[in-house]
């Protein structure tokens, strides 16, 4: 996980440009905001919380305690900034999904784009079992990651902020160049594993279901932007959703 931190220490703030601008995150914004559901009352911990971003709308959705966690120092840093700007009485700390330690019993964890940046299997499982470990019981898990079933045969993801650039398999994952349509663009890489090996991390884990959400547009987007602008967003969708059941 050293990589993914390093990583995001130097996209720092222009990951906030991206979230503002990529229709691509409106969408995922909407899908993450339906998966979670109601949260009022409930104690929630969002892991790889980067600025804060989903942090904060989980703190708004009605979560009575809510704890933002992630590798990189400077995401955490934005992320205190934010707070300390607009407080919501969220805590945000430095560490790594791989070495968490037991920090709650939590009613929901949420991970968007986390286990795709697990280095090795072994690195998949051991997120996943930390997470496992600091879930209440019948808590949920809810992940965001790069969608196994893309493939750069068909259309890009430019429209809607993000292009992949290039992709290289690598026995059960693909290594993945991609940039955020930034200006400039912001560069940025990552795993992209098959449905079989996060599915295999999370059974290990103990989780006793789990299911996939494809991604969902707002209908309101769909009226801004039209039907044919989506077109290519459902048919090669870069993200999909993963909730599991403790």
């Not at 409106?26 to 993450?32: F, H, K, L, T, V």
């Not at 911990?45 to 980067?50: E, F, T, V």
Request: aromatic letters at 14%; one cysteine or more.
């Amino acid at each position: 996980m050293t990589t993914s931190g390093a990583q995001y220490d130097q996209i720092g703030g222009k990951y906030d440009e991206y979230a503002r601008t990529a229709t691509l995150k409106q969408a995922e914004r909407y899908s993450i905001l339906k998966l979670v559901g109601a949260l009022d009352g409930k104690q929630v911990m969002d892991l790889a919380c980067g600025f804060g971003f989903y942090t904060r709308l989980l703190k708004q959705q009605g979560a009575a305690q809510v704890i933002g966690i992630d590798i990189s120092p400077e995401m955490i840093r934005l992320a205190r900034e934010h707070e300390q700007a607009q407080p919501l009485d969220i805590d945000y700390q430095v560490w790594d999904a791989n070495s968490l330690p037991d920090l709650d019993a939590f009613d929901l964890i949420t991970a968007i784009y986390l286990l795709n940046y697990a280095a090795s299997k072994a690195e998949m499982l051991a997120m996943c079992q930390n997470i496992y470990k600091n879930l209440a019981r019948d808590g949920r898990f809810v992940a965001f990651l790069p969608n196994p079933a893309f493939t750069l045969s068909k259309a890009n993801c430019t429209p809607y902020g993000i292009t992949v650039l290039r992709e290289e398999l690598e026995a059960d994952r693909y290594a993945c160049e991609a940039e955020f349509l930034t200006d400039p663009p912001t560069a940025v890489n990552y795993y992209r594993w098959n449905q079989a090996t996060y599915e295999w991390a999370i059974r290990e884990s103990g989780f006793r279901n789990f299911a996939w959400y494809p991604t969902e547009v707002a209908p309101e987007d769909i009226s801004r932007y039209g039907q044919a602008y989506w077109r290519d967003f459902y048919d090669n969708c870069l993200i999909i959703g993963l909730a599991c059941q403790k």
